[in-house]
């Protein structure tokens, strides 16, 4: 629906003759706040004049104020893309221009147009957002968050209540045509509920720096390929209580996204990935109220599209998506129980595939921790996960060291409700008992599995390693197999043969 004030803007914008010559057509984009018109190499975005509870751009200077915040805002994680802002003028005559020399009677932001074949979105649908894609992402994600501004906040808990407080305000505007009432009511008084039980956690890490002007509305329609990398762009700048937030609410957005279209295992490959380098292991606790909220937020914006919405069968599924979402915020507000797995194996048998590929089948939305011994090593010398260390990271005390540390952190994540697998050699019978003990310490169920494969196999496989975080080579292997594992307890596996075979078989042993 147009805003009555903004009706000739909408005309003027969407004509191609507005944009000057050599543009044949004018697409547009509408979302519930903004309209968005794209000609040739040129994208314009109007912010439309309406005042919802979250947000209010019925003034003009408002939304001049938006258009010039967004721009700076958004130069952070996509300076390519934005170029400035507009205005748009009234000239004597009483005709529309941009930038002419009349009044000023609204503003446009100004960026430059991709293909939005390249949108986040639409590789997805394609099959095109690859692993290697997604642990980009995920380290793109983790260089936004480091250079983000640092708010410090002591009431983080009761800003995140006010947010499931002020969701369930828009909800119910849409009630009882959309969302039902009672549902939406059951569902803040959990989320609340939930909120209250980690209030300390929240707030400690409002004082901590983990609550940073992050980006705020991260899903996969505002990330998109430019320059063949991964590039945020949207963030919000109208309202910084959607904007100042936990680091982990963010990404949460983008897991709710993924996990809502049925692609749990690249929302797990990313948190996992995103843990290998900012080990926010306490977040775990957060994450199913998180990707609750982030669920009830999409609730509500499909149902308010839905009520606006011109196109009777358009909005019905806008309906009928409003709905999906409801029921998945309740969901993730009732996660399995925590479990532990462990996978063990000599280098080259398929470990870390293993663990990777089952994460997402295990506990809590998006899947267990992937607690990983060569990643551990490199956190305890200092270095990042990918890269190599020397001589001096392999000595029989770093190895102690790496095995305490994996213990340390499968039980921190137990203790808080996630499950984990744990990847490591585990050659040592003492190795074994030890995570043995994590699971009974916890009072968690505990599965493990042994994976061996052929010696050409597994040199072949060490050899093709490229990005790994594994420092493994063809010698090291060599040496295992000098080990005396003792009594193996654990199902062997043997994981020669295709990954997906290798897989299913791990499934089965591990009744999955």
Known sequence: MIPDQQRDIFAFLARPESHGPDHPRVDQVHTHISAIFLAGDRVLKLKRAVRLPFVDFSDPEARRRACEAEVALNRRGAPDLYQGVLPITRQPDGALALDGAGDAIDWVVVMRRFD???????????????????????????????GAEVIQRDDNAALMIA??????????????????AAAVETLTARVVAALNAVAPVLDRRGREGRVRRCHGDLHLRNICLWNDRPTLFDAIEFNDTFAVIDTLYDLSFLLMDLDQRGFRRLASIIMNHVLEHDPDIEGLSLLPVFLSMRATIRAHISATMALDSDDPTHGQELRRRALSYLDRAFSYLAPAPPRLIAVGGFSGGGKSRMARELAPLVGACPGALVSRSDVLR??????PPYERLGPEGYTPEMGHRTYDALMAEAAAALNLGHSVIADAVFARPEERAAIERVAADAGVPFRALWLETDPETATRR????????????????????TFDVGTLTWPRLDSSGPRRETLAKGQALLDL
């Open 378 to 383: 490199k956190r305890l010398m200092g270095q």
């Open 163 to 180: 947010i499931a407080r002020e969701n369930r305000e828009s909800m119910l505007a849409s009630s009882p045509d959309v969302l039902p």
């Open 116 to 146: 939005e074949q390249n949108l986040f979105s639409r590789l997805l649908g394609r099959g095109e957002l690859t692993r290697e894609r997604v642990t980009t992402l995920a380290r793109v994600i983790v260089d936004y968050h480091a």
């Open 462 to 481: 060490i050899s093709s390693r490229r990005h790994n975080a594994s420092d493994a080579t063809v010698s090291v292997l060599e040496q295992q197999r």
